[in-house]
């Protein structure tokens, strides 16, 4: 029960923080929200015996990535969106998304249910192959990622540079030299 | 309630009226090592000598006038200073400091003294540690003014680009702790290398080490770093419009992080609370039977701020520019290659 | 233990409303937070069947999402600068031209 309990908890405030990035027009407080619905899932990785994978989410997303989402915000002096203008061009009010959104989600919730009652929920992971000991230890995680997964690893640290390399040519002045 | 439980709070309860009262007992340490450092004695008239001076000094930061400029937001401009402090208080959670205790046989089975001993500890500090960076950069945004701005911005800019110098003197400790506990890389550290050295980490990585220092106090927004919150440059950088209670919450975050980095230092790099000095005495199997390590370790703390205070009435400050690239272009690859040599040699020396 | 499906609900929902984020929101940067949104789902379900299948594949996966996110979400934001310093304007509907 009071498993449940931290997962409700953790997930409504992941829902809940997500809506409201969506739905607020100050892109600073949206920034802050997306924060807290990234706490939210990282308490849910640790439910599944992921503690490492956790903080990683935490310091590279909430510690590095939302903190240049801020700096950018705050550079940009990011303008909220004008309040009559978003009402009046809002895609909700136009009537074919509207009904062509309706009948979309009716088809996915109808699915979604479907799937639910169909009753094939797992509750305990398959024949308990790895217990919650081993898949959380860090020593299993850097092993299969260095021995398995080095190709994508390497890679990855290319794709970093390519993206830091892009990320200082695209955003200078023009006419800057370097 | 059970007993273990009680206690257990209990301890939990003691580390946060500890780190309060490191908080207070710093502004009067600093006050006083300045004043003698400056050859004239620090405050003096509240207490014997002085040692009241932070109750007068809080007080008066409470009987004073709570102003919100005109433009700040209104929810950011209170969340900031919280969230410096939130970041700074949970951040002492994993860092232990103290050995396993029985309190002298009242349990049956030890319990350890530290807030919490999770396996990836040290990673939980470094998380909530750049969780601070926030409290800065809101505090420089929702003032709405330009100084606190600039200041906000280059104060997380700078905890930026030194958390990885940081992280990766860090990731050499624990490659040779063998384990991202604290906990256990503070065991590591037990008994002596060719019986007479202390087995400290810092002896096998004494530039890890400085490495690890200077990123600390570059990362608490310390001098000789303090540029963003320097007062001849920034008026007062990112708290300039702050006042009263919102404002004292600022330093003490301050405090209490270099608190952390401190107590992260001595125990990753002096051997926490095992080995009293940097050679063996005998004090140090007295001190493993009656449970004392916890005096030890305050100890270590203890001449780390010292070292810390020393430090910022000495030098004189980084001009923000020479600060960066201080950071990225000499303290990052230094702390590459520490590490890069660190898996060598222990690779070499295990295989 | 928590059911799998529960899992797989929240990552839904969240996915679901990053998505609506991306097509609703007029605002560049919400846009790219949006696109945040989804990338977390997505890393919750692969963290959750990784759990129920007993690998930590799932978690090496989502070390490679996260990884791909933060380069992405650093070339976007320099792209918004460079063309917020063009057009003053972060809506999206401004440069619908295809001359620069």
């Known amino acids: 029960m009071p498993e449940m309990l931290v997962f409700y908890t953790f997930s409504a405030v992941a829902i809940l923080a997500s809506a409201f990035v969506i739905g607020q027009r100050n892109p600073m407080y949206s920034v802050l929200l997306l924060v807290l619905s990234f706490a939210a899932v990282a308490g849910l990785f640790i439910q599944l015996d992921a503690p490492f994978l956790a903080l990683a989410l935490m310091i590279v997303y909430a510690g590095a990535i939302m903190v240049l989402f801020l700096f950018v915000v705050m550079l940009l002096n990011a303008p909220q969106e004008d309040a009559l203008t978003w009402d009046r061009a809002h895609p909700l009010r136009h009537p074919v998304v509207t009904r062509f959104g309706t009948v979309l989600a009716v088809f996915l919730i109808v699915e979604l249910g479907y799937a639910l009652m169909r009753g094939n929920d797992l509750a305990q992971p398959i024949g308990s192959r790895a217990s919650g000991e081993v898949v959380s230890s860090v020593r299993e995680l850097g092993r299969v990622l260095f021995t398995d997964y080095i190709f994508a690893f390497e890679a990855t640290s290319i794709l970093i540079l390519v993206a830091m390399v892009g990320a200082v040519m695209l955003a200078r002045r023009e006419g800057e030299q370097s | ?351 | 233990m928590v059911p799998l499906s529960h899992y797989l609900i929240v990552s839904a929902v969240l996915f679901a409303l990053g998505a609506a984020g991306v097509f609703l929101r007029r605002n560049l940067i919400t846009i790219l937070l949006s696109i945040e949104i989804m990338l977390n789902a997505v890393n919750l379900t692969f963290v959750a069947f990784g759990r129920f299948a007993g690998d930590v594949d799932g978690q090496i996966i989502t070390f490679f999402v996260m990884t791909v996110a933060a380069a992405e979400a650093a070339v976007g934001l320099a792209l918004v600068i460079a063309l917020f310093r063009h057009r003053e304007s972060l809506n999206p509907d401004t440069f619908t031209n295809l001359k620069w």
């Open chain 2, 1 to 351: 309630m059970d007993l273990k439980l009680a206690i257990e709070l209990g301890v939990i309860g003691l580390t946060f009226f500890m780190l309060i009262n490191a908080s207070a007992l710093l502004v009067l340490a600093e006050r006083k090592i300045m004043g003698f450092m400056q050859q004239r004695y620090g405050p003096y008239l509240v207490g014997p000598h002085g040692a009241l001076q932070p109750l007068a000094d809080i007080l008066k930061l409470l009987f004073k006038e709570e102003l919100r400029p005109k433009g700040a937001d209104k929810w950011l401009f209170t969340l900031a200073p919280i969230l410096s402090v939130t970041a700074a208080f949970a951040a002492f959670a994993t860092v232990p400091w103290g050995a396993e205790t029985t309190l002298f046989g009242l349990l049956d089975t030890p319990i350890k003294l530290g807030v919490a001993d999770v396996n990836v500890g040290l990673l939980v500090i470094f998380a909530i540690t750049s969780m601070g960076v926030y409290g800065i950069v809101l505090a420089g945004w929702s003032s709405n003014s330009k100084y606190s701005l600039f200041g906000g911005l280059r104060a997380s800019a700078q905890m930026i680009s030194y958390e990885l110098s940081y992280a990766t003197s860090l990731a050499a400790v624990v490659l040779l702790a063998g384990s991202l506990s604290v906990r256990e890389i503070v065991d590591s550290q037990q008994g002596t290398w060719l019986g007479f050295l202390s087995h400290w980490w810092i002896f096998v990585q004494p530039v890890g080490f400085i490495i690890y220092a200077i990123a600390g106090v570059a990362e608490t927004n310390r001098a000789p770093f303090d540029f963003p919150e320097a007062e001849q440059e920034l008026v007062a950088g990112y708290n300039t419009e702050y006042s009263s209670v919102r404002f004292a919450l600022f330093p003490q975050a301050e405090y209490i992080n270099m608190a952390t980095m401190s107590a992260v230092a001595s125990d990753l790099y002096l051997g926490g609370w095992h080995g009293l000095l940097p050679f063996y005495t005998p004090l140090d199997p007295l001190i493993e039977q009656y449970g004392l390590g916890w005096m030890v370790f305050l100890a270590k703390v203890s001449g780390f701020l010292f070292f810390y205070i020393w430090m910022r009435w000495t030098l004189p400050r980084y001009r923000y520019d020479q600060l960066m690239s201080f950071g990225w272009k000499f303290l990052l690859p230094v702390s590459v290659v520490n590490l890069i040599l660190t898996a060598a040699g222990w690779l070499y020396f295990n295989a």
